[in-house]
Every structure is written in C-alpha cells, then in structure tokens.
C-alpha cells in the first residue's frame, strides 16, 4: 500500500533534535515517574517496587480492566470495559479504526486542517476522501451547511478532530449534535481524534462524540492532555459492539497487547486525572496569554485566537512560503515552528504553545528578531 509522506511528522523529525527552542512541541510540558507520583501523592518506593517486580509478560489482550475503568471515567456516558480498547498511543488507535471501517470505494468525509493521518490512511486504502474545509473566517469550525452538501448515502465515515490540531478550535456540543443529525441521517460512523479534550480556557466538560451518537468513536491518549508520550498509550472508545468486534479483528494482526508497565503508569495517571488536568490547564492558560500578547504586537502576524488544545496557526502577510520561512527561521535563530504547508495552508505556521514558559518567549524573541531583520527579503 503506497501512502503520501507524513509532512507534519517528517518535518519534526528532520529539526526537533537540533533545535534550541523547540515551538513545534505539542504535548504539554512533559512529567517524569517522579514529578507524576509526586504530583498524585502516590508512594514513590512502594510503586517503583511494583514496576521492577512486575513479570514482562503480555497485557491483558484487550487492555488492563482497571484502567479501561479509569479511561471511562473521562466520559459523561457510562461506559463498560469492553467499549474501550488500549493501543499504542492516539496514532495507533487512529490507524486501527480507519483500518477497521473504511474499504476500498467508500466514501469518508474529512476536516482539514487536521493531522494529515486520518486524511491519507483512508485515500490510501482507496476510499474516496473530500473534505469539509476549515476556515479562518469561521473560527476553524465546521460549516453545518457544506457538510450537508458533502454527505450522501454513500458516506460511511466523517472524521473530526476536536480541539482540532493545528487551529486550536473547538466545536461546541450544539454544533457536534448538528453534525450527529447528519451522520444519523445517512447511518455513518463518527471518528473523533480527542487527544487535546479537556485542554480547555474555559472551565468546562468538553463533550466526546461518544456522550453525543451511538456510531461514534473516540480516539485519545496519555500523550498530550496527560504529558506523558513516552508511554505510548492510547484508546479506542466506542458503544457500537460490531466496530469493535471488527477491531479487535484487526488489533490482533498488529498490536496484540499494550505494554504492561505502560498500562500501570497510565492507570497512576487516570486514576488522578483531575490533578494532572488541573497542572496542565494552567500551563496552557498562563502561556496562552504570553503568546497573545506577542502575537498582538506583531504587526506582519494574524491568528484565530485558539479555544483549546496546545496550538494555533499563526498567519503572516510575507511573500515567502512557509517552508523558506520556517527553515529560514531554524537556520538563522534555532527556533522550529511547523510550516502550514504540512496542513495543506500557506502563509501561515503551526505553533505550539505548552511547554517551560520561559523557552516560550525566549522562542518568541527569537522570532521577533528574524522577522525585524529579514522583513526586507521577507
């Protein structure tokens, strides 16, 4: 199977070892074993004790039960055990879905920008994609109304990701049911990528596409929301029992179980997930506003300020592409952004917003110093 090259993915791979201020980082800022045990005052000696004692053995096949219980916990919908399966991280858990649902010849509705996986896996196994265009104009949400023009019977899948990655939009639960009443009407699944839900300004639940539709399916990880991407530990959630059937089917041919002494750092996590939301939303408000205010006295810069998650595209009224531009800018000040080239935009770049707040606007000078001293040949 051919498939396009992963821009966003091959361009931090190419820089982020390298780069001296790293403004491509997604993930909010990461915890140790040590700064998670303290933070959810759990004995460090007693645990550690259970992890170099723990026979390496395979998982549970379809995931650690307690865990699985502690994964549900972050749903309004009561959720069993077997409506949620364990993967190697949201990529995996997104991979395993597409993989599950979509046959050569479907057709499979997709936001953009978004993380280009969910987009080329489906044309990649010979469905037929288009796309529900995400606009500046409309604050990056989807449009209702060329989402009902998109939509036939022949759609199988519609695919969000919300807060959406780049934009750092988030759909609103009136308008996910508006997109619900349109999936029902035509009996299609629902794959919602919400590795950033709970990454909120506001003080609110964010609603799952699971809590809203029968057909939907969630997909998340300890990546982002948890800091903790080394685990590599992500889930599938979902109440329809045949898609799971289907992927559990699928599951066995490549992931089989998740690793033991991932599931029992996770299931630390998870089992205090309020405290480490709580760490991580500060983080993010506090950064946010650094980042506002820089972005307010940048005369060559627009945005759509972001309403959650831990990026935003930042647009600017230069000539020059935004790969020259962000390789430009790596090259002569050491600062990686993403090029919104990798999410099919130009003129704008991604930029991450959630790690130390002091290499944040450290970054931010950096930038500003490129622009003042380029904007000639810009």
């Known amino acids: 199977m051919k498939i396009k090259e992963f821009g966003v993915e091959q361009w931090m791979n190419n820089y982020e070892d390298t780069a001296r201020f790293n403004l491509g980082e ?19 000696d007693i645990f550690v004790q259970k992890i170099v004692n723990k026979r390496l053995t395979y998982g549970d096949i379809l995931g650690n039960v307690e865990l699985k219980q502690n994964i549900a916990r972050l749903f309004q919908t009561p959720l ?54 995400l606009k500046p104009a409309q604050n990056y949400l989807p449009d209702i109304d060329e989402l009902g023009q998109l939509v036939n019977p022949k759609t199988k899948l519609i695919i969000l990701n919300n ?31 919400e590795v950033y ?65 991932n599931e029992m750092i996770a299931n630390v996590a998870l089992g205090h997930a309020d405290k480490i939301i709580q760490r991580n939303r500060k983080i993010v408000l506090k950064n946010l506003v650094v980042l506002d205010n820089w972005v307010n006295d940048q005369a060559h810069i627009s945005w759509v300020k972001p309403q ?28 990686l952004l993403v090029p919104g080239a990798e999410f099919g935009i130009e003129h704008a770049v991604r930029i991450g917003y ?4 002091a290499e944040l606007k450290k970054g931010l000078e950096k930038i500003s110093e490129f622009i003042m001293e380029n904007k000639s040949i810009l």
């Open 26 to 44: 997604t993930c909010v800022s990461p915890l140790s074993l040590h700064d998670l045990l303290k933070l959810v005052d759990v004995d460090e």
């Open 80 to 133: 069993e055990p077997e409506q949620i399966i364990t993967t190697h991280g949201a990529i995996g858990a997104n991979d395993l879905v597409l993989r599950s649902i979509v046959d050569p010849g479907d057709e499979v509705i997709v936001v953009a920008p978004t993380y280009q996986q969910v987009q080329s896996i489906p044309e990649a196994l010979g469905a037929t994609v288009k796309v529900l265009h």
């Open 163 to 193: 807060p959406n990655n780049p934009s750092g939009s988030l759909i609103p639960q009136v308008l996910l049911q508006d997109i619900v009443e349109i999936a029902q009407e035509v009996n299609a699944y629902i794959m919602c990528d």
């Open 197 to 261: 839900r709970f990454l909120t300004q506001a003080e609110q639940y964010s609603s799952s596409i699971v809590d809203l539709y029968k057909r939907g399916i969630a997909t998340g990880s300890m990546s982002k929301v948890f800091s903790l991407a080394g685990l590599r530990l992500g889930w599938i959630v979902t109440r329809d029992s045949q898609i799971m059937t289907d992927i559990h089917n699928h599951r066995d041919y490549n992931t089989i179980s998740s690793g033991v002494l």
């Open 308 to 335: 959650a998650g831990t990026t935003a595209l930042l647009h600017y009224d230069f000539r020059i592409n935004s790969e020259m531009f962000c390789g430009q800018l790596f090259r002569q000040k050491g600062v």
């Open 354 to 357: 959630a790690f130390e707040t």
